[in-house]
């Protein structure tokens, strides 16, 4: 069945300062691979959908990249500013196996961003 | 474009009782899924309805069902409710296609006492 592994839990970082989130699957057969925000007692907000035939998506500040083969992706946020503070979720949809077609999060990584 | 919609957003019930949630979709999105998020288990996939029809479900007891209906709206149902069913119910809607984005609503937060 797909796991999905998020490092660091939580990370935390001087306002202005580039930093990359990680994401790893364990089974690269899968349709695509989405990044999510989500606020303290809130739903998430989609960020970036990155298909299986695609390399990497940007909007803004925002660049993910994936790796099919070697199970990884990464959110790459430049110049971070305190709203940017949230907990960021990565997920896939595996096409194949236990868990078909369901979309697979990871425990996410809570991000603060210190002014 | 109006987002995802839940209602209630919050609500409190006794073990044993039920509970009924309803999740309107963006305008246009045919797929609805639900999920259950909890601090220990993260999100939980629960089912997926596409055009009124059941077209995936999770790792879920049977007290957990849904339904949706001719307008996309979907309603989501927990029966004989246990304190560890205590957790935040999102709902999330996509146009068609696996391969689309899924877009969340602001969640139902039970509590059960």
């Known amino acids: 069945k797909q796991e999905v592994t998020q490092i660091p839990a939580a990370l935390s970082v001087p306002e202005g300062e580039n930093l990359v989130l990680n994401c790893s699957f364990t089974?690269?057969?899968?349709?695509?691979l989405q990044w999510f925000r989500q606020d303290p007692g809130k739903g998430l907000t989609s960020l970036l959908l990155?298909?299986?035939?695609?390399r990497e998506q940007t909007s803004g500040r925002l660049n993910a990249s994936l790796d099919k083969s070697s199970g990884r992706s990464t959110l790459y946020i430049a110049a971070s500013q305190p709203g940017d503070s949230a907990t960021y979720l990565c997920?896939?949809?595996?096409?194949?196996?236990?868990?078909?077609?369901?979309?697979?999060f990871g425990k996410g990584t809570k991000l603060s961003v210190i002014p | 474009k109006a987002g995802v919609t839940q209602t209630p957003r919050y609500l409190i019930k006794t073990r044993g009782q039920q509970v009924t949630l309803s999740c309107s979709p963006i305008?246009?999105?045919?797929?609805v899924s639900w999920y259950q998020q909890t601090p220990g288990q993260g999100l939980q996939f629960l089912f997926e309805y596409f055009s009124e029809t059941q077209r995936n479900k999770g790792n879920f007891p049977g007290r957990f069902s849904g339904r949706q209906f001719s307008n996309s709206r979907s309603e989501m149902n927990v029966s004989t409710l246990e304190l560890g069913d205590s957790a935040l119910y999102l709902c999330a809607s996509s146009l068609d296609a696996y391969t689309d984005t899924q877009y969340f609503g602001p969640g139902t937060r039970l509590t059960v006492l």
């Open positions: 997920a896939v949809r595996p096409y194949s196996g236990a868990g078909s077609y369901q979309l697979t």
């Open positions: 305008s246009g999105h045919r797929s």
């Open positions: 990155i298909q299986s035939s695609q």
């Open positions: 089974d690269s057969a899968i349709y695509n």
